[in-house]
């Protein structure tokens, strides 16, 4: 399989699908450029190489065709930036536009197209949509782990016209080697921190994690879940009612497999959901009425940060309490903080998910774990075990 860094890019065009679906703020101004800048190694390594680039994204989630808040245009300028060269636009993403603008490009040159979302095609996988893309360039390159998931036109469809030149960019080969790491060929002990509000968003991980982890600690809302269906009283705490057997099946499992699974014992509860609550430490088995849990408590932080510390391979998946709220953060950050250490002692950590990413930037420690993915969703769903359309586009598998 050629690799990005085996491909001649000399007077190639390269079609690069990237995730540059930024947030910007009321006057059109990136507030978090993460995105734009992972991909800048990938368009770079093409330009050195002789090539030229033309970029594709999508912008937010448009309804009806083009409109003026989700267009391209607003991150031009940054992107030139970014990569040091003039940033060419093209008006739109198919069509006569974009065919003249790529036909006009010349090695060293950037284009970027308006928003691929203008079109429902894009989203529904349209082949025709795809192959309209696929005749400005020479050679598709998906660089968007963030869409890995979907099989739209841009991320997957397309490859069926680049039987040969097709290749993952630097973010997609990065995401990949962090997830396979992990998940194929961890280093023992491996401790995965599972985190959130519901089991039920987080059951198909937790299932294909029964088997190869070593340790498996559970936080965040969905620890009132087991709690109850342990018997406890959990006060106003979140909890899925329908989820209690599963949260029983799952302890099962772990007994059965030997693995170490590891709740939170003492909470942080208050008397409202708000940073200006009262707040006390309870034992989770025994929260009073009125009362809800919202971060775990000292002892908690302690055992579950001498676990993380003493492993080699961590996975780490939503927060363990409300971390957006100063009050509530103590208990996140601790396990930031132990992932942080053991990575320093020659740990992989691998951070996945919107929440712990955020978390982990939060804290100002994003550079001191080994990899924190962009993939949101996609992430989840690789690490569950699906096959996901862009890699198998790719991967041919």
């Not at 960019?169 to 194929?184: A, I, N, P, Q, T």
């Not at 809302?221 to 009283?233: P, Q, R, V």
Request: a neutral charge.
């Amino acid at each position: 399989m050629q690799t990005i860094d085996t491909y001649n890019f000399k007077e190639k065009k390269a079609l690069i699908r990237v995730d540059f679906n930024v947030p910007l703020n009321d006057k059109f101004e990136i507030t978090d450029d993460t995105r734009m800048r992972a991909a800048v190694p990938t368009i770079k390594k093409v330009l050195a190489g002789g090539g030229s680039v033309i970029i594709m994204s999508h912008l937010g989630r448009p309804k009806n065709g083009p409109e003026d808040k989700f267009s391209l245009q607003h991150i031009r300028k940054h992107l030139e930036k970014l990569v040091g060269v003039p940033v060419k636009f093209a008006e739109n993403c198919v069509g006569e536009a974009a065919e003249k603008a790529a036909a006009g490009l010349k090695p060293g040159e950037v284009l970027l197209l308006e928003n691929l979302r203008f079109h429902k095609e894009e989203e529904k996988g349209d082949e025709e949509f795809a192959r309209r893309l696929s005749v400005l360039g020479n050679v598709w390159i998906n660089d968007a782990f963030g869409t890995a998931h979907r099989a739209h036109a841009s991320t997957a469809v397309i490859a069926r016209f680049f039987p040969n030149d097709k290749l993952f960019g630097y973010v997609m080969k990065g995401e990949l080697d962090s997830v396979d790491k992990v998940m194929r060929n961890p280093e023992r002990p491996f401790t995965a921190i599972m985190g959130g509000s519901k089991v039920s968003s987080k059951i198909d991980i937790i299932l294909n994690l029964m088997g190869k982890v070593d340790n498996l600690i559970l936080g965040g809302g969905m620890t009132y879940t087991f709690k109850k269906a342990l018997g406890g009283h959990i006060g106003s705490s979140i909890c899925e009612e329908d989820k209690l057997e599963l949260a029983r099946e799952i302890i099962e499992k772990a007994k059965k497999a030997k693995i170490n699974l590891i709740l939170a014992d003492q909470s942080v509860v208050a008397d409202a959901f708000s940073n200006d609550a009262n707040t006390r430490l309870c034992d989770s088995m025994n929260i009073p009425d009125g009362w809800e849990g919202l971060d775990i408590g000292p002892e908690t932080r302690e055992k579950f940060a001498k676990i993380i510390e003493a492993s080699k391979t961590i996975l780490w998946n939503g927060p363990v309490g409300v971390f957006e709220m100063p009050k509530f953060a103590e208990g996140t950050k601790a396990v930031a903080d132990a992932i942080v250490k053991a990575t320093a002692k020659g740990a992989f950590s691998l951070i996945g998910g919107g929440d712990s990413v955020a978390a982990i930037n939060q804290f100002g420690l994003e550079e001191k774990v080994s990899y924190a993915s962009t993939g949101g969703g996609a992430l989840l769903e690789y690490i569950e075990g699906k096959k996901l359309p862009g890699i198998e586009a790719i991967r041919g598998e």
